[in-house]
């Protein structure tokens, strides 16, 4: 059975994910991608009419398709475990993630919780506390730490292989709000382009994010202090639309981050280039199977997702479905992640003590530094790009 | 509820796919990926152990866990409709395919079978005669055909936006078998270069035939002659490992298919060239998510798998999942083989009429051209490249 | 004849490309590149001896191998025109420009000069005004402007095919400096790390500058303030070797200049990529005959260094001096700065009336704008990334 | 002094290069970019007047553009060693080469002459006896073969690197003859596709050559048969557009050549693929300075053009010009047949012996094997793809 010894399914309630949600079948169709979940119940939508009406996207009952995530955590902690759901996936918009997640965590179901993780950094510190003091599972979809070939970076750093690293170049290149959408029907623009939903930042929560997350998780550099420009370049619009920071890490290296959202025609191209001491590598999403690793001297060296290549180290195979050649992309990245939390919960359950810090899959703590990048990112912005600390004690390394 | 007027999943059952095989999880994975289908019963293995032993990797229980294909078939067909299978999906060596399809046609079970479709043209000849007297569904697992940009290319084609076609070239370059590794414990490398089980040709009925068919499938040009030279690379190989043939379509039109299954560090480069009177474009399944068209004194336009941009077509866009920048891949891709044969199945379930011939899923009538292009490709060769005749009046066009 | 008017070619005076060394080579294929110029008399170094034993690379006779620059300017002053150089190329370490340019222009020659211009700020304004009151042309080697696509884009630009340009990213990535060569026999790192010769910058004087000023050529925005970032990664070395810098354009435009020469198996990697309102492009110098062209909703264009292209506009064609598919590349190039600058020679030999600030060829101007931006850079990184004034009054727009 | 003992510049006379023609500046920027050569005189038309008048593109003297080919030989032929030309550089149309050539090597200049070599293989073989009884050096202008890589490529594989060779796939792609613009005034089309210039063959002649030539110049395989299919489908188009060739490797290998002209928006594709038992290659003209090397279990290899590198092994690094990441391209390559022909004036003229078969330059006898292929490709494609004999004697190896 899958799952080893709990000996099934997982059973998943989704909270948002209604009817037009992008996100949402992303969430199920990863979650379910390894036949180790299934989406059982949900809270669709804050609308109970709407809830009930996707209930059938979802192939869930009526009767589990519930009119708010309060009465949701209520009636299915009542059933039976093994029958009532054991995670919650969180996949509404950010000023939402705190409550829910929070009242989740109360109810004592794991946690699987869209980016950025909450509205203020405020929120992220106490829903770190309390997932700390429980025994919940957290993950948070910082989904392109997922992909096979940046599993096998972090590790290939982690062994010493492209020696210290000195700097990280990260960018986050899209083009969808370079006009003024938000003022259409276009419900995705709409509240990520409204601080009240959004967060302090737009672009910079939205995607930066992702992109200084993908750093940390890669080399494990410490942060101490960051500077930031923010630019809003599309007239009357609230929040930032592009954006570039600097991260001083503590050992003396340097990080850039840029993001946009304004770039005609470019469509969700996160980038990656790392220095070291003894190699450097680069990666780039749109083309996620392929990663450049270079040292002078020596042929340019391209590392394919291949999990039967002798060169591909444990997690970077352990995250392959497919042979080489055989393309795997977005949703196989985010069922890793997906993957990743199960083992932890599947752990849990028996009995064995887990990693909270330091998992294979991104975590409240990832989530209390990404509030904090965002948090610092705008204040440094505001002042003209002035150094502020950056350290994040729960930080990763 | 997915599957419209049905209002339930479709219940597949597996036969093949057991403990160590690697193209059973891909059809459960693709097959299940958009919840409109579920895995309820196999025949994991013609051992009936091992077809136990493998239930619980796709969580079916272990009474509907079969012993034998028949045993699963008879012991189906006794259940009622909404709990018995749906389809079948045939995912074992190609020496099987045709008894397994035809007691699956025999018993009114739709069928997902592998390519390439059966032993020789003979069976395959036989087993569409018995399709088209009957009401199921066949699907044959043309997997490349289900990348969007293939069905945009498709009908872009179709609608004449590149005139008329004169020129295919299409290329599937591979190296996993540039050593005799079927000598050693490699099960996927042992029957495909055995003839009593692989049929009369291993490189070109593993690979070549998908290359040809792609090229079918994309232009609709029929076929009129083949010419084409096989060589074993390999010492001791029993089939060949490497090939090309030439086609002359009945436009006047001229294909070529080259495939290699010795090109060291090749991984699976399935490429297609097509030129027409007024444009040419280009894929390459290793980068799916992009198509180069071209047209003289125009910049180069790449055209990108964007289900939101205007020049998708309704093909090309229906075959979507994921906005512009977030890549999908082969799983995806073979998901789409599904899905437009389980449209297929509900739409038959309500009494409409469907296509049986240019389907946008491949079917069985694809799967004789193929068999015809193996057994013409063979006898070609053995003739030094004799020009044979290579008339399909089961042709799609 | 070549060069119009002037019916006949130009006579080149070399300073400095002396035995070993690479730019000399280069400076005079790329001169000669089309027949319009030959070089006639050199400098090659400072010591006469090597300066006589270089006369041969260059087929140049002994007796115009000269000692000094000095005696060049002086004996070939006395020669009649037409038979004496006509112009000068300073192919010398950074802080020897000026004292040779001034000396040559002081002569009544014509320049074209390595960059950076000067070894400091002053030197570049001082240069900059005795040119101004001259009657003579001054080039500087900011190469990658001479790149056919690179004219084009800026043409692009200006007609407003872009629309505003908000954002500017460029990067110039090199890894050869990655470990301390300087130390060891190799000339070409010795001076570049010796702020005794280099100047005050390293990485940023060496290939930042060609980053920023490739911006700037191309997109005519002006600065307003500049923050830099300077690090030196390897232990001991005198100069940065990687930087970051942000520069506020007068349109409120954001720009990114990030340069490396300690990425592990990166060669020359100058990239530039541009957002305009209506339209964004990049392109990259390893790979240069090929221009990404991107707008919401359409297919990425990729324009071709096509002279018979429509798309292509004047100055861009102009550019090329071979079809389509058969790559240019560095040497013509250069040669087109060479080209441009030579068009300005012969204008003014018959009379014309020249541009003097928005040349084709980069020009002093632009070489005191990188003095600024040099001198800027490194005042800011020692104020840890202070905003600093980087207004150029001479700046091209 | 450039060329060694002989102490000073090689002088050449060029046949063709009139007004409007292109191959003729391509040639003088060819032979001259390295300071080694001089235009000194020209027939550079058939028509006095315009050769006259072309002269001053070459910085020609006007005395020394000469109304014919005879004129100029007889000429030059009664001036002084040093003064008078060296070598002949025939880029005229193909149905001239012969005579030229011929009359060149009785008058005992050394020859540089365009690709095909003859208009047919009658004269090939005249032609290769002449100058084989000569003391004369005949390069053929097989360009693509002066590209570094390609030189690289060949010694790896002369020395074993990719183990014995079984495949070649070669393919030269372009459109520009995509509808018949020869009735319009193109006067490269026109005579490329009139039979009474060009030859049996149009696209096989022009581009098929070329790519047959680069398998055989960097394998060394020894050609034992061809099979072919040619097509014109250009209605009314005289000659052939496109077309594909098999041929038997006296080793047992197989090579595949397909050209086409027809291609919509193609522009210069040569590619080549070559499958050896220990190692693949690929290479593309349009990027020329990466070539992939592949082996099973290893990443994939990117080779770029690094003098510096340790790999380079000595004949690639011998034809580079420039450092890593400065692409070199179309000139350089073309520059460097050039530059191995004078290698073998020069040593010719130090009384030295010099191969004659297995020259670095193409030489006259892959013009004889190159007029082979394009008779004997013609001649199985009238016999529809009927195998012909195709070993060439005096094949290099």
Not at 47 to 70: I, L, T
Not at 147 to 158: D, V
Not at 166 to 175: L, T
């Amino acid at each position: 059975m899958t799952n080893g010894p709990l000996n099934r399914k997982l059973k998943m309630g989704m909270v948002g994910g209604g009817q037009g949600s992008f996100i949402g079948k992303v969430h199920s169709i990863a979650a379910c991608l390894d036949n180790r979940a299934e989406v059982v119940a949900g809270a669709f939508s804050s609308n109970p009419q709407r809830s009930k009406a996707s209930a059938a996207d979802y192939n869930v009952a009526e009767s589990r398709a519930y009119g708010s995530y309060q009465e949701m955590f209520d009636k299915e902690r009542q059933l039976p475990e093994g029958e009532r759901i054991d995670f919650v996936t969180v996949a509404t918009p950010n000023h939402t993630h705190f409550e829910i997640s929070k009242a989740a965590v109360e109810a004592g179901f794991h946690v699987m919780c869209d980016k950025p993780m909450t509205f203020d950094l405020g929120q992220a510190e106490e829903l770190a506390v309390l997932v700390d003091n429980s025994s919940v599972v957290f993950g948070l979809t910082h989904n392109y730490t997922g992909y096979p070939l940046i599993r096998q970076a972090r590790e290939m750093i982690q062994s010493g292989e492209l020696g210290e690293i000195q700097a990280v170049r990260a960018n986050y290149i899209q083009g969808w709000l370079r006009s003024k959408i938000e003022d259409s029907d276009q419900k995705q623009a709409a509240w990520r382009t409204d601080p009240s939903k959004s967060g302090a930042a737009g672009c910079f929560g939205d995607i930066a994010t992702h992109a200084y997350n993908l750093g940390r998780y890669m080399t494990g550099l410490l942060s101490e202090e960051i500077s930031c420009h923010l630019r809003t370049f599309v007239p009357g619009r609230k929040l930032d639309d592009y954006g570039t920071a600097l991260i001083k890490y503590d050992n003396g290296g340097l990080g850039t981050v840029t993001a946009s959202q304004i770039s005609h025609g470019r469509e969700n191209d996160v980038t990656i280039e790392i220095d070291g001491t003894k190699g450097s590598l680069s990666w780039a999403q749109e083309n996620p199977n392929a990663m450049q690793v270079r040292a002078n001297g020596q042929p340019h060296k391209i590392y394919t997702r291949d999990p039967n290549a002798p060169y591909m180290l444990a997690s970077g195979q352990a995250a392959c479905r497919l042979p080489a050649g055989h393309p795997e992309a977005f949703f196989e990245a985010f069922a890793n992640i997906y993957a990743a939390a199960f083992d932890a919960i599947v752990a849990k359950h028996s009995g064995e003590k887990v990693e909270r810090i330091n998992t294979v899959y991104p975590n409240v703590h990832d989530g209390v530094e990404g509030m904090l990048f965002i948090q610092q990112s705008v204040a440094s912005s505001q002042q003209n790009g002035a150094w502020l600390p950056f350290k994040c004690d729960r930080a990763r390394r």
